[in-house]
């Protein structure tokens, strides 16, 4: 299947259509290589949200800083998902001040469906749609499949599809097997001071 041009193309483990929409957003940052899609250049950003049905081309400024900060309660959320310990209320400060902003309203498409939409008075309607699709994901049990990788230098978003759920590493070649190696010299490090103080 090949994924819409505004997935990441090193994505590897994408999730369903449209929770792909939030893993590709906290992805626009990777961390392992020092990249940020939303940290200084609008045009970019507002590209990028467009190509991804977020934004429409006419709407407002972007405020880059609130959506970074919102990405980052998003990926605090997929630490917890992948195990990591519960989000601080700092970290999901940002996420709670869109909520407390949106304005959302019915509406029927053309199918006749009952859809939630973001209206423009409230919260940007970038970040108010991104809600509803963590609400919706949530509420059909895909959600927990999103996680951020255990490697805290990573922390890239990846769709956990294993058959037990407990995925860890958004790619086992490396970061899982750069875990594994940091965890071995920790162990052979701890068993190495023990014999010299026994």
């Known amino acids: 299947m090949a994924l819409p041009a505004w997935v990441p193309t090193s994505e590897t483990k ?19 290589i020092g990249a940020d899609l939303l940290w200084d250049d609008e045009v970019a950003a507002r590209a990028w949200l467009g190509d991804a049905g977020l934004v429409d081309p006419d709407a407002p400024e972007i405020d880059l800083a609130e959506a970074r900060a ?3 309660s ?20 940002a996420m709670e001040r869109v909520a407390a902003r949106c304005r959302l309203r019915p509406a029927v498409d053309g199918r006749g469906r009952v859809e939630l939409e973001a209206t423009p008075a409230g919260a940007p309607a970038p970040l108010a749609r991104l809600l509803l699709i963590i609400r919706d994901a949530q509420q059909d049990g ?15 978003a990846f769709y956990d599809r294993s058959h037990a759920a407990r995925g860890a590493w958004c790619d086992m070649a490396v970061c899982g097997n750069r875990m594994k190696n940091r965890s071995l010299r920790s162990r052979r490090a701890g068993a190495g001071r023990e014999a010299s103080q026994g």
Request: hydrophobic content about 35%.
């Open 14 to 32: 994408p999730a369903p259509y449209p929770l792909l929409v939030v893993q590709s957003f906290v992805n626009t940052r990777e961390a392992d």
């Open 70 to 72: 919102f990405r980052e």
């Open 74 to 93: 998003i990926r605090a959320l997929l630490v917890h998902n992948g195990g990591g310990p519960r989000p601080t209320a700092a970290e999901l400060g």
């Open 142 to 156: 895909t959600w927990e499949r999103l996680k951020a990788c255990r490697n805290d230098e990573c922390r890239w």
